[in-house]
């Protein structure tokens, strides 16, 4: 399996400009996360979606924020407009649920580094 | 909020003795646990679990520790080794699984030859 993908690995723009991340989850995978890291708050999660609904969006920061999925294999995370404020590593998580009890753990995929300068 | 504490951003061991790092929480309906481990430029990989209904599971050279009184757990790595220098997450979950985690913010390891 290859794992979760994540699309670009980096990404720099400029302030205002739309950003567009997108994921891949493992196949089969029936939960999918977004996540975003910095220094000050480590790894906060932003939303989760289960059978491509979204479950729980308190995470994200602002309307600025959106995400969709699509289909079980496709997931984007929008910024837009994007801000400064807005630069950390951005990963995408899959893991999937048996017989009524959530797996062990997530699998990351490697993350987005976006720069908004 | 930081639900979920690391207090120390770093820690370093030399090779062959004990790597303990430390974690606390804050929301007594915690009760999964999870340590991931995360290498430069890659995501975070699941390293162990542990259920608030044991207060130790061990994996090998991994040995998480859950005191539930004091909110607090750690993971010993015993005998430290140079590969495992990396950033080390502590996550938890109100909901019995690893959905909806919350992650202190890491601390890095360098295990020195």
């Known amino acids: 399996d290859a794992g979760v993908i994540q699309s670009p690995r980096h990404e720099v723009t400029e302030m205002g400009q739309e950003v567009t991340l997108r994921c891949k989850p493992i196949?089969?995978?029936?939960?999918l996360f977004w996540y975003r890291q910095t220094m000050m708050r480590g790894l906060e999660l932003l939303i989760y979606?289960?059978?491509?609904?979204?479950?729980?969006d308190s995470g994200m920061p602002e309307d600025r924020f959106s995400a969709k999925m699509p289909n079980a294999s496709f997931s984007t995370l929008k910024i837009q407009p994007s801000e400064p404020r807005d630069s950390a590593v951005y990963f995408c998580a899959s893991s999937y649920l048996t017989s009524g009890i959530s797996t062990d753990t997530q699998y990351f995929g490697p993350g987005t580094r976006l720069t908004v300068l | 909020d930081q639900q979920v504490k690391q207090n120390s951003p770093s820690l370093s061991v030399q090779e062959g003795r004990i790597s303990i790092l430390n974690c606390d929480y804050t929301n007594s309906m915690f009760d999964y646990f999870l340590w991931y481990k995360k290498y430069p430029a890659e995501g975070p990989t699941f390293l162990i679990s542990?259920?608030?209904?044991?207060d130790k599971n061990e994996d090998g050279r991994f040995t998480v520790f859950l005191n539930k009184s004091a909110k607090h757990l750690s993971l010993h790595i015993v005998p430290s080794q140079p590969g495992d220098s990396a950033v080390y997450f502590c996550?938890?979950?109100?909901?019995?699984?690893?959905?909806?985690?919350?992650f202190g913010t890491g601390t890095r390891l360098t295990v020195i030859p």
């Open positions: 979606f289960n059978n491509n609904v979204p479950i729980d």
């Open positions: 196949s089969g995978h029936d939960y």
């Open positions: 996550a938890a979950s109100a909901q019995g699984g690893a959905n909806n985690l919350f």
């Open positions: 542990i259920s608030s209904i044991k």
